[in-house]
């Protein structure tokens, strides 16, 4: 069975420090990745996925992840962080070959201080 | 990226009336959409897989006679909270799975916030 942790509930980070916000995965299968970010009362906003390739993957708002198949991690990061940045964040998991099912993580809350 | 609207995002209702909320995807077709339900500071609870033309898959725990869903076209999916209670109050996000040579993913809807009174 598909699962993903997020061991973060909370993460705090400095305007302009990088961030990071943590995210493992395990699948039986190949995973696909994804991060949502999600604002006040808003749905999920899709911020990149991975797929195949290259391990570092960019997406929207300069946000990047990495994809570490040894750790079966998926850590979503930013060089510098943005008051703006601040929202709840999810990483989902979906195994191909499984159905369409996507498994998404807790969230975690990035809080950016200015 | 793909968009997706709900409507409405608010709605507020007295308790024992049925509410319908629809979900489409706006630039793109989706055989396929999903129904979420999100308790404050959690995180999202899948409640059915809703496929164009077929019946809805729905999750283990959540009453399909309660929670009415048709998708009727390959743009529209509608969730009917039926003889609604408070304690169906709730954020309810749809999702419309975006069919890619690569893989799918999924784009959400702004969310629809429900107030049973």
């Known amino acids: 069975a598909q699962s993903v942790a997020q061991p973060e509930d909370q993460v705090n980070v400095a305007e302009g420090n990088p961030l990071t916000v943590k995210c493992t995965y395990s699948?039986?299968?190949?995973?696909?990745l994804f991060w949502y970010v999600q604002y006040p009362n808003r749905g999920l906003q899709f911020l990149l996925k991975?797929?195949?390739?290259?391990?570092l993957v960019k997406g929207s708002y300069g946000f990047e992840a990495e994809f570490n198949k040894s750790q079966t991690s998926f850590h979503l990061k930013k060089p510098s962080a943005l008051v703006s940045d601040s929202a709840l964040y999810f990483c989902?998991?979906?195994?191909?070959?499984?159905?369409?099912?996507?498994?998404f993580g807790p969230g975690t809350r990035l809080s950016v201080l200015p | 990226g793909a968009v997706v609207s709900q409507h409405p995002s608010r709605v507020i209702c007295k308790s024992g009336t049925s509410v319908k909320i629809e979900c489409r995807s706006l630039?793109?077709?989706?055989?396929?959409m999903f129904w979420y339900r999100q308790f404050p500071k959690q995180s999202l609870m899948l409640m059915a897989t809703?496929?164009?033309?077929?019946?809805?898959?729905?999750e283990q725990g959540v009453e399909k006679d309660k929670f009415l869903i048709n998708h009727a076209s390959l743009t529209l999916s509608t969730l009917t909270v039926t003889s609604a209670h408070p304690e169906d109050s709730s954020f309810y996000i749809c999702?419309?799975?975006?069919?890619?040579?690569?893989?799918?993913?999924?784009?959400f809807g702004p969310g629809t916030r429900l107030t049973v009174l």
């Open positions: 999702s419309a799975l975006a069919r890619a040579a690569s893989t799918d993913t999924q784009y």
């Open positions: 809703s496929n164009e033309g077929s019946k809805a898959t729905y």
């Open positions: 630039d793109f077709q989706a055989t396929t």
């Open positions: 991975y797929i195949t390739g290259d391990n």
């Open positions: 989902a998991v979906r195994d191909y070959g499984y159905g369409q099912n996507f498994v």
């Open positions: 699948v039986s299968g190949n995973p696909y």
